[in-house]
């Protein structure tokens, strides 16, 4: 129903749910993700974080029509922000 046809709109899509649940929410077309601060950081230990990060990467999957979300750091392993990245749907050879 959001329509979101490029990495523009998927990102664009994804800062208005995520300021919904306080989080500061980057992302540029070219697939970077930025997280200045999150509401949960201060709750989820860095093992919860990253199970709760599924729903997360099904969130953007299915926004961007399959790309794949891979953190490069987070929060909660004591990290200034997190950082991840939007990668491809990779096709079978």
């Known amino acids: 129903e959001l329509h979101v046809r490029t990495m523009d709109e998927v ?4 800062g ?10 980057r992302g540029s077309a ?3 993700i930025t997280i200045g601060s999150c509401f949960f ?11 709760i990060s599924s729903l997360d990467e099904g969130l ?3 926004l961007s029509g ?3 979300l891979e953190f490069e750091q987070r929060i909660t392993e ?6 991840a990245r939007l990668l491809p749907q990779e ?3």
């Not at 208005?16 to 929410?25: E, N, P, R, S």
């Open 66 to 68: 399959g790309s794949r």
């Open 78 to 83: 004591g990290k200034p922000c997190c950082k």
């Open 41 to 51: 950081s201060s709750f989820y230990t860095a093992h919860v974080c990253s199970i």
């Open 11 to 14: 990102m664009q899509a994804c």
């Open 60 to 62: 953007i999957a299915g």
């Open 30 to 32: 070219g697939g970077q």
């Open 16 to 25: 208005v749910v995520y300021k919904a649940l306080k989080i500061d929410f």
């Open 91 to 93: 096709r079978p050879a």
